[in-house]
């Protein structure tokens, strides 16, 4: 089968959709598929493109199998309303050419963030003749309007207006969690339309190490710590400002430490809110090489998931299934009625706390702190909730089935609708009325 997979982020990005999307193109391939991915020119999280793609319009490269043809994206470090908006413009037009100049794909997985790509995917459809299959990891406007990052009213318009077309001229829509099916349901997707799939963990790549020997605890001076781990985007929406003031709580407990892991932007942020608060508990470092992630999670005793209370309840964070994976116990300072506190709760791997609430937070982990075999309790129903529930194999077989069923139906219309067109022609021909069928 030839799989074309449409997304803004892939590989060399190393947080949110890029890996996800890398492990599913990669896999998808080992399996004997033909796969190749339109994307642009990496810039994730830092929003500056990486130094070897900076100057071009567009790359094609070759990674383990997977063809990836980038193009160039208008993006700035700190972008206002209009950049975003030429952010989107342009990988919508720059990368419809090297999607159109390829092969022709049987099936087409698209992402989403970025919702405009919804114009290039159906019309790629619609030439191609083959099915849209759209992948919501994150639903907008709904997300950027619940927490104030959209008010222009125009724009929350043309916004709305792009998310029904998607909707409507997407195949079938997959969806990583349960949040998902009941907002679209009650915007009118059929449920016939809607297959859930939620994101995953290679739980081969990803898996439980011991703490000691570890390199990470090594180089950092953790030997002997309590290590509180948060590794991923910093945003807004996570509030870590919070994370900061509970360990700023603990201070008086020297081995407790903080690990902040991200970019150089939100760390120079975090950096003055430990200043500030007096929190010289927070080790704050940068991004690690993708390669060494399994032993940064293994470095830790609690693995952070941080979100604020203006958070839609829907949203999903991806962190989730990798912490669980690597045998952590998990502390989520998310909303309790969230699509996160409920994936929490039901691995029985950790535990939920308010969100934006520094105490309870440091309550939390000072609990965990202190009954060292709870900890070993969560971690193990962690591990084991994500093998049977997230693990990566599972995935790759649905979405692989999916593609199945949806090239096998097109297999099964196709030669009908020919047939129809044929006899249509013949009737034209001998002269016989036609009555269009509506």
């Given at each position: 089968?030839?799989?074309?997979?449409?997304?803004?982020?892939?590989?060399?990005?190393?947080?949110?959709?890029?890996?996800?999307?890398?492990?599913?193109?990669?896999?998808?391939?080992?399996?004997?598929?033909?796969?190749?991915?339109?994307?642009?020119?990496?810039?994730?999280?830092?929003?500056?493109?990486?130094?070897?793609?900076?100057?071009?319009?567009?790359?094609?490269?070759?990674?383990?199998?997977?063809?990836?043809?980038?193009?160039?994206?208008?993006?700035?470090?700190?972008?206002?309303?209009?950049?975003?908006?030429?952010?989107?413009?342009?990988?919508?037009?720059?990368?419809?050419?090297?999607?159109?100049?390829?092969?022709?794909?049987?099936?087409?997985?698209?992402?989403?963030?970025?919702?405009?790509?919804?114009?290039?995917?159906?019309?790629?459809?619609?030439?191609y003749r083959c099915p849209v299959v759209l992948n919501l990891q994150d639903i907008l406007p709904d997300a950027a309007l619940h927490v104030g990052l959209l008010k222009n009213k125009w724009l929350i318009k043309v916004?709305?207006?792009?998310?029904?077309?998607?909707?409507?001229?997407?195949?079938?829509?997959?969806?990583?969690?349960?949040?998902?099916?009941?907002?679209?349901?009650?915007?009118?997707?059929?449920?016939?339309?809607?297959?859930?799939?939620?994101?995953?963990?290679?739980?081969?790549?990803?898996?439980?190490?011991?703490?000691?020997?570890?390199?990470?605890?090594?180089?950092?001076?953790?030997?002997?710590?309590?290590?509180?781990?948060?590794?991923?985007?910093?945003?807004?929406?996570?509030?870590?400002?919070?994370?900061?003031?509970?360990?700023?709580?603990?201070?008086?407990?020297?081995?407790?430490?903080?690990?902040?892991?991200?970019?150089?932007?939100?760390?120079?942020?975090?950096?003055?809110?430990?200043?500030?608060?007096?929190?010289?508990?927070?080790?704050?470092?940068?991004?690690?090489?993708?390669?060494?992630?399994?032993?940064?999670?293994?470095?830790?005793?609690?693995?952070?998931?941080?979100?604020?209370?203006?958070?839609?309840?829907?949203?999903?964070?991806?962190?989730?299934?990798?912490?669980?994976?690597?045998?952590?116990?998990?502390?989520?300072?998310?909303?309790?009625?969230?699509?996160?506190?409920?994936?929490?709760?039901?691995?029985?791997?950790?535990?939920?706390v308010p969100p934006e609430k520094p105490k309870a937070l440091a309550e939390a982990i000072l609990d965990l702190y202190n009954n060292p075999e709870k900890v070993k309790t969560l971690g193990c129903n962690s591990r084991?909730?994500?093998?049977?529930?997230?693990?990566?194999?599972?995935?790759?077989?649905?979405?692989?089935?999916?593609?199945?069923?949806?090239?096998?139906?097109?297999?099964?219309?196709?030669?009908?609708?020919?047939?129809?067109?044929?006899?249509?022609?013949?009737?034209?021909?001998?002269?016989?009325?036609?009555?269009?069928?509506?």
């Amino acid at each position: 089968m030839r799989i074309l997979i449409y997304s803004y982020n892939y590989y060399p990005e190393p947080i949110g959709i890029a890996p996800l999307m890398t492990e599913l193109a990669e896999g998808l391939v080992k399996r004997g598929h033909q796969v190749r991915v339109v994307t642009a020119m990496p810039n994730y999280p830092e929003r500056r493109i990486y130094e070897n793609y900076r100057g071009k319009w567009f790359v094609s490269e070759y990674k383990n199998g997977v063809q990836i043809q980038r193009s160039y994206v208008w993006i700035r470090p700190q972008p206002n309303l209009i950049d975003r908006l030429l952010l989107d413009a342009s990988f919508v037009l720059t990368s419809f050419f090297p999607a159109i100049a390829g092969w022709r794909p049987d099936v087409i997985l698209s992402t989403s963030p970025s919702l405009p790509v919804c114009l290039p995917t159906a019309l790629l459809g619609w030439l191609y003749r083959c099915p849209v299959v759209l992948n919501l990891q994150d639903i907008l406007p709904d997300a950027a309007l619940h927490v104030g990052l959209l008010k222009n009213k125009w724009l929350i318009k043309v916004l709305t207006a792009l998310e029904k077309f998607a909707y409507h001229s997407a195949t079938k829509i997959s969806v990583i969690a349960d949040g998902f099916v009941e907002n679209l349901q009650k915007k009118g997707v059929a449920p016939g339309k809607i297959v859930q799939i939620p994101n995953w963990v290679d739980v081969n790549f990803i898996r439980p190490l011991p703490k000691e020997n570890n390199a990470f605890r090594a180089a950092h001076n953790l030997d002997g710590k309590f290590v509180v781990l948060y590794s991923g985007n910093i945003a807004l929406t996570q509030g870590l400002e919070t994370v900061v003031k509970a360990a700023s709580l603990l201070r008086h407990i020297p081995n407790i430490t903080f690990v902040i892991v991200g970019e150089a932007k939100g760390l120079q942020r975090l950096q003055m809110a430990c200043t500030e608060c007096g929190a010289d508990n927070v080790l704050l470092l940068p991004f690690q090489p993708r390669e060494s992630l399994p032993e940064l999670l293994a470095a830790a005793d609690v693995g952070l998931v941080v979100q604020k209370k203006n958070v839609i309840s829907f949203n999903m964070p991806s962190k989730i299934q990798i912490l669980l994976g690597s045998g952590r116990a998990v502390v989520g300072s998310v909303p309790s009625n969230g699509t996160a506190a409920r994936a929490i709760k039901q691995s029985g791997g950790g535990v939920v706390v308010p969100p934006e609430k520094p105490k309870a937070l440091a309550e939390a982990i000072l609990d965990l702190y202190n009954n060292p075999e709870k900890v070993k309790t969560l971690g193990c129903n962690s591990r084991q909730f994500a093998v049977e529930q997230y693990a990566f194999e599972q995935a790759l077989t649905r979405y692989e089935s999916l593609f199945y069923s949806l090239t096998a139906q097109r297999s099964t219309i196709e030669p009908l609708i020919n047939s129809f067109a044929e006899k249509h022609v013949l009737q034209q021909s001998e002269g016989i009325q036609i009555v269009k069928l509506r």
